[in-house]
């Protein structure tokens, strides 16, 4: 089978492989295609070091090639998406339900092999049915949308409720999207005004650039009141933390999922003046079939974030769009 291997930074090989052996509770997935995200980046780029070599690849739809024989929860020819991210079950956090924040967790193109390839091995538990009749596009932003999904009601929104999305990325089109299914109004704020088109297409009721200033008057103008009611943080920059806390009025909730990496003041004094509830948001815990049910349903719409599609053979290309301006999201046919 063709699979492309990292050997290290920027040393990336499209070359046949020994296709996967099946282990107790385990499938193997024939992928259909899988979306490039800035994790992927920033393993390709060496930012993020991973052991080598590695298949990445972790948002994933694909179809169920075959099972071992003690897995009954799926079966050959299902079409599946997969979930890229398990717990090891076992501890107290994964017992107590906790199984994100397990400090034993394994991540499907990151941690083992990924779906940047014909066909992958994966725990059986991490397939889950694709719903009759939803296309491979709409299904491909299903892991990020599962993100957003808890982050979002993590935030707890209520309806009619004036709410910012802080970044314009593929995670922050989601979330806007997830926001406007709650019922709240939403404000998108993004350093340029590049997509502030499509997120109107999608649902957001106002835009603001943060480099035109004016961010604390522009959320007292959209929520005709000290602020937004809540605020949820996708593009994880020291910048885009500072900004949420800007645009959240006394009382409000602030909810990070965008993982900044950097160093992020954050001016407690005014948290505590103003009983900012802050809140950490980290992947998913059972949100996947709550963002398959909203695909299918169509109040979130993933196939206008595809900008780029390339196959395996072009993934350098793939990489080299992935960081264009202009790119959101960039998918892989095999």
């Given at each position: 089978?063709?699979?492309?291997?990292?050997y290290?930074?920027?040393?990336?090989?499209?070359?046949s492989?020994?296709?996967?052996?099946?282990?107790?509770?385990?499938?193997i997935?024939r992928?259909?295609?899988?979306?490039?995200?800035?994790?992927?980046?920033s393993i390709?780029?060496?930012?993020r070091?991973?052991d080598?070599?590695?298949?990445?690849?972790?948002?994933?739809?694909?179809r169920?090639?075959?099972?071992?024989?003690?897995?009954t929860?799926v079966?050959?020819?299902a079409r599946?998406?997969?979930?890229?991210?398990y717990?090891?079950?076992?501890?107290?956090?994964?017992l107590?339900?906790n199984?994100?924040?397990?400090l034993?967790?394994?991540?499907?193109?990151?941690?083992?092999d990924?779906?940047?390839a014909?066909?992958m091995?994966?725990?059986?538990?991490c397939?889950?049915?694709?719903p009759?009749?939803?296309?491979?596009?709409?299904?491909?932003?299903?892991e990020?949308?599962?993100v957003v999904?808890?982050?979002?009601?993590?935030g707890?929104?209520?309806?009619?409720e004036?709410?910012?999305?802080?970044?314009a990325?593929?995670?922050?089109?989601l979330?806007?999207?997830?926001?406007?299914?709650?019922g709240?109004?939403?404000l998108?704020?993004s350093?340029?005004?590049?997509?502030?088109a499509?997120?109107?297409?999608l649902?957001?009721e106002a835009?603001?650039a943060?480099?035109?200033?004016?961010?604390?008057?522009t959320?007292?103008?959209?929520?005709?009141?000290?602020g937004?009611d809540l605020?949820?943080?996708?593009?994880?920059?020291a910048d885009?933390?500072?900004?949420a806390?800007?645009l959240?009025?006394?009382?409000?909730?602030v909810v990070v999922?965008?993982?900044?990496?950097?160093?992020?003041?954050?001016p407690?004094?005014?948290?505590?003046?103003?009983?900012?509830?802050?809140?950490?948001?980290?992947?998913?815990?059972?949100?996947?079939?709550e963002?398959l049910?909203?695909?299918?349903s169509g109040?979130?719409?993933?196939?206008?974030l595809i900008?780029h599609?390339?196959?395996?053979?072009?993934i350098?290309?793939?990489?080299?769009?992935?960081a264009?301006p202009?790119?959101?999201?960039?998918?892989?046919?095999?």
């Amino acid at each position: 089978m063709k699979a492309a291997v990292l050997y290290g930074p920027h040393d990336l090989r499209v070359e046949s492989t020994r296709e996967p052996r099946l282990e107790p509770g385990e499938a193997i997935v024939r992928v259909a295609s899988a979306g490039l995200c800035g994790t992927d980046y920033s393993i390709f780029t060496g930012d993020r070091p991973v052991d080598y070599p590695r298949v990445m690849g972790h948002e994933l739809v694909g179809r169920v090639d075959a099972v071992a024989a003690d897995v009954t929860t799926v079966r050959p020819g299902a079409r599946v998406v997969v979930e890229p991210n398990y717990g090891c079950g076992r501890c107290p956090l994964c017992l107590e339900g906790n199984r994100n924040l397990c400090l034993s967790r394994r991540a499907i193109g990151i941690d083992v092999d990924g779906g940047f390839a014909e066909l992958m091995r994966l725990p059986a538990r991490c397939c889950w049915p694709a719903p009759d009749g939803a296309e491979t596009d709409a299904l491909l932003l299903t892991e990020p949308l599962a993100v957003v999904v808890r982050a979002v009601d993590r935030g707890a929104p209520r309806r009619g409720e004036s709410a910012a999305v802080v970044g314009a990325g593929s995670l922050g089109l989601l979330a806007l999207q997830v926001l406007r299914a709650r019922g709240a109004r939403v404000l998108v704020v993004s350093r340029t005004s590049r997509r502030f088109a499509l997120a109107g297409a999608l649902g957001a009721e106002a835009t603001h650039a943060t480099a035109d200033g004016a961010l604390v008057e522009t959320a007292r103008r959209f929520s005709g009141r000290e602020g937004v009611d809540l605020v949820v943080e996708t593009a994880g920059t020291a910048d885009a933390v500072t900004h949420a806390l800007d645009l959240v009025r006394p009382g409000g909730r602030v909810v990070v999922t965008g993982l900044p990496h950097e160093s992020t003041p954050v001016p407690f004094f005014s948290v505590v003046r103003r009983e900012i509830t802050i809140t950490g948001s980290m992947i998913y815990q059972d949100e996947f079939g709550e963002a398959l049910r909203l695909v299918a349903s169509g109040a979130v719409r993933t196939r206008p974030l595809i900008t780029h599609r390339f196959g395996l053979d072009r993934i350098g290309d793939a990489f080299a769009a992935h960081a264009e301006p202009a790119s959101i999201k960039v998918a892989l046919d095999l």
